[in-house]
């Protein structure tokens, strides 16, 4: 390991150019979800150049690539995300999360070149992570199939870690039902006959209410939440045709889908108390993250010395991602590293997206690159460490069955 440790590290030292530069063009011009055209041209032109075998607009989608390396044995997928948020660009830093995995991958095809064994590592681009269910269609077009394990890291808020830890390997993240629901009732004159009316905009600030009151009997790591999207044009039009947007999060995939079970007889009360008829669209649901403890500790080890702690702080990264659906396919890997913003913001916010952009937060992600090359090439070369993670990943999607 000590010889594959020095060639994957010298390898993305030689390429750290060529990663800096996808990393700076992805944060300048963030594109939205399946709108990510730059970056996808980045990525394929600059493997391309490398003399990498490159599949752009790959799996059916416009904005997907696939690079693979190697041939035989197992394959290590590495997830590079890179779409924006409206508004305030970067604020998850996806342009890290791209430079990290970019690193990974190029370490880990140094070590297969370099050993000569069997074994295949392939960079995916994963479009539309925020809210657009990228990973859900590559999944469904078989991106995932066969792989011994998946992997990525995702930038956090480094205010909450204690120096010198810097990151955290095994982090949960909730399993996230996304829903409109959309209200119909029937316009009124609202000053001459409110009478002849059915009021959709009733049906929304009822079930509004009703959620919140839900939220007084869920769990502390439930979440429920939402916006209007629609609620009427004109005071005097008794409004038709209103539409919410809710998220209902929880531990487990299954645990969301009940709690959503809950949540949706707020929606159908309100209907039937108004009048108005009731229609559920679902959106793009993630499923739960359910890293892989073997790969998470392979990870720490990997990592400089007490710069990564396993599990702690539990809430570091307490959002939802379709990661959570690579999952439930094979055995994945989804840790978390710190970057400093000037005032303590967190992701989503134009604080963060500015410190996404910096040397620093680049630096970090190229150190959590060379990490999981380690623990990729632990995977392709140790057959019992293989075994055991698929083992236990197999053993966990058994508890996920039932709901655990």
Known sequence: MADTADVIAEEIRRRTDDISSINRRIHSNPELAYEEHQAHDAFVSTLQSLGLTVTPHAYGLSTAFSADFGTGGRLIVFNAEYDALPGI????????????????????????????????????????????????????????????????????????LAAPVRGVSFVRMLANVKVQVHFAGREAHAAIAPWDGVNALDAVCLSYNAVSMLRQQIRPHERIHGVFRAAGN?????????????????????GAEALWARVRRCFEGAALATGCEMRVEPLNSYADVRPSRALCEAYVEAMPRGTVAMDEPADILAGSTDMGDVCYECPGFHGVFGIDTKEGEANHTKGFAAAAGTQDALDRALECGRGMALVAWRVLSDDAFAERVQKEWEDDMKLAAEGK
């Open 89 to 160: 660009g970067h604020a998850c830093g996806h342009n890290l999360i791209a430079s990290a995995s970019f690193a990974a991958f190029l370490g880990a095809a140094a070590a297969l070149r370099s050993s000569n064994q069997p074994g295949r590592v392939r960079l995916l681009g994963t479009p539309a992570e925020e809210g657009g269910g990228g990973k859900l269609k590559l999944i469904a077009a078989g991106a995932y199939r066969g792989a011994a394990a998946s992997m990525m890291v995702h930038p956090g808020p480094s205010h909450g």
């Open 234 to 254: 004109r005071p005097n039009v008794t409004p038709a045709d209103c539409t919410v947007e809710y998220y209902v999060r929880n531990a487990t995939r299954a």
